[in-house]
């Protein structure tokens, strides 16, 4: 089975951020028997400055394990050269696993984010090349696609910015959705 999509949203209100724009982008995915890749590629934009504020793509692979659950990984990469002077988030790495259990589901993800160029191939690895990294973990209960419990842990570490920068973060969450 393949499938392609293709999204434009536009903003229907003033935004906050004022690094939010407008989304235009298109996704490609495949299954064969159990297993289902998609890949996506986003630009975020201001149509009004024909700027473009960032581009995201995204790779994610799912693999069914029959009546007991989804094991799912994922990769999202933000293009470095439009946050280099904003000084934010390049990349993240998913692994989760959904488990199928009489009424409802049991959802585990743990989720690594970080400066790109801590990871970019090009990147010296003895090096230190400073940013913030964190670590989420998250367990939930999905009941239906309208109830679901959410209890998440959320670690923020900046041990490679500079001295006077740095303070480890750390989050909880619990939120309730019905």
């Known amino acids: 089975e393949l499938g392609a999509k293709y999204k434009n949203l536009q903003r229907s209100f003033v935004e906050v951020d004022e690094?939010?724009?407008?989304?235009?982008?298109?996704?490609l995915s495949l299954r064969l028997g159990d297993v289902s890749v998609t890949t996506e590629r986003d630009v975020v934009h201001r149509r009004d400055a024909g700027e473009i504020l960032k581009t995201i793509t995204s790779l994610g692979v799912n693999y069914e394990l029959g009546n007991v659950g989804v094991l799912r990984a994922g990769?999202?990469?933000?293009?470095?050269?439009?946050?280099?002077a904003?000084?934010?988030?390049?990349s993240t790495t998913s692994v989760g696993m959904d488990f199928y259990i009489p009424g409802g589901t049991i959802t585990a993800d743990v989720v690594y984010s970080g400066e790109g160029a801590l990871?970019?191939?090009?990147?010296?690895?003895?090096?230190?090349?400073?940013?913030?990294?964190?670590?989420?973990?998250?367990?939930?209960?999905?009941?239906?696609?309208?109830?679901?419990?959410?209890?998440?842990?959320?670690l923020v570490d900046f041990s490679g910015m500079e001295a006077e920068e740095r303070q480890a973060t750390a989050t909880a969450e619990f939120s309730i959705r019905f």
């Open 19 to 27: 690094d939010a724009g407008e989304t235009t982008g298109y996704g």
């Open 75 to 84: 990769y999202e990469y933000v293009d470095l050269d439009t946050l280099v």
């Open 86 to 90: 904003q000084g934010k988030k390049g």
């Open 119 to 154: 990871r970019s191939p090009w990147a010296n690895l003895g090096e230190e090349q400073g940013g913030e990294r964190s670590t989420s973990i998250g367990l939930g209960y999905k009941m239906d696609n309208d109830i679901s419990v959410l209890l998440g842990y959320k």
